[in-house]
């Protein structure tokens, strides 16, 4: 597990969140878009509502608040591989169900991707990825 205890985890953890989003989700979502898996390019600068935010930013934003919900659980995941293991499961599970079940619905969207395998499978592994990528920031940060 990281270093830290209670809350002063919190600050480490959104940052790891953040940075996850930036390097290991939009660099998994750059390798399923130019192998052609998905049509959703990385890094995008749409604006998002209802404050305009590039998407990329929008999407860090809300990486950093999933790095608090990762910090509350990651110290139940199992020690050595199986904490990495469990962090991709978290990663893809977690933020993948609540943007299928709440946020695509909430933006009119169909939810679950509108049950398109592709695009199902698309967020299972770019958000696989964050969890990951959360878990390596994590314990960098955690450790200076």
Same mark, same amino acid.
């Given at each position: 597990?990281?270093?830290?205890?209670?809350?002063?985890?919190?600050?480490?953890?959104?940052?790891?969140?953040?940075?996850?989003?930036?390097?290991?989700?939009?660099?998994?979502?750059?390798?399923?878009?130019?192998? %052609?898996?998905?049509?959703? +390019?990385? *890094?995008?600068?749409?604006?998002? =509502?209802?404050?305009?935010?590039? @998407?990329? &930013?929008?999407?860090?934003?809300?990486?950093?608040?999933?790095?608090?919900?990762?910090?509350?659980?990651?110290?139940?995941?199992?020690?050595?591989?199986g904490?990495?293991?469990?962090?991709?499961?978290f990663?893809?599970? %977690?933020?993948?169900?609540? +943007?299928? *079940?709440?946020?695509?619905?909430? =933006?009119?969207?169909?939810?679950? @991707?509108? &049950?398109?395998?592709l695009?199902?499978?698309?967020?299972?592994?770019?958000?696989?990825?964050?969890?990951?990528?959360?878990?390596?920031?994590?314990?960098?940060?955690?450790?200076?």
């Amino acid at each position: 597990m990281a270093s830290g205890s209670g809350f002063s985890r919190f600050p480490l953890a959104f940052v790891a969140g953040f940075a996850a989003v930036l390097v290991f989700h939009q660099g998994m979502l750059t390798l399923l878009h130019y192998a %052609g898996v998905t049509q959703a +390019a990385p *890094f995008s600068m749409h604006s998002t =509502k209802p404050f305009g935010l590039p @998407a990329v &930013w929008s999407l860090s934003f809300w990486g950093g608040i999933w790095g608090l919900v990762f910090a509350i659980f990651d110290r139940l995941f199992p020690k050595g591989v199986g904490y990495w293991i469990w962090a991709i499961i978290f990663g893809a599970i %977690g933020p993948s169900l609540v +943007a299928w *079940f709440i946020v695509f619905p909430m =933006k009119g969207l169909p939810p679950a @991707a509108g &049950w398109k395998p592709l695009g199902m499978l698309t967020g299972l592994l770019v958000n696989g990825a964050w969890g990951l990528g959360t878990a390596f920031f994590l314990r960098r940060f955690s450790r200076s």
